[in-house]
């Protein structure tokens, strides 16, 4: 009798067992499932900072060559430009009146 007992008791801990483990990995899977739902969402905004910036730096180029081109500012005018708006870097006014560019 004591056997059958613990016969018993052996299978329900087995099929508790396996029944955690089974909620143990739908839960794993539906975290898997948010993250790589997440990820797509990070690479696609990751894909769009990425093209911005590309015309951030080709609105920059442009401009230049137009200040370059009319003559409003010269490649001294540009560099200081340039160095107001790095990070750490100590301002230092253009040339000329005030802090104009011509």
Request: hydrophobic share 45%.
């Amino acid at each position: 009798m004591a056997s059958l007992v613990l016969a018993l008791f052996s299978a329900a801990a087995c099929l508790a067992a396996v029944l955690e483990s089974g909620r143990a990995r739908r839960a794993a899977e539906a975290r898997a499932r948010q993250l790589e739902a997440r990820l797509v969402e990070l690479s696609g905004r990751v894909e769009m900072a990425e093209q911005n910036t590309a015309d951030a730096v080709i609105q920059a180029e442009v401009a230049t060559s137009v200040l370059l081109e009319k003559g409003l500012a010269d490649e001294r005018d540009l560099e200081a430009a340039r160095r107001r708006f790095q990070p750490g870097e100590p301002p230092e006014p253009a040339h000329g009146t005030g802090n104009s560019l011509h």
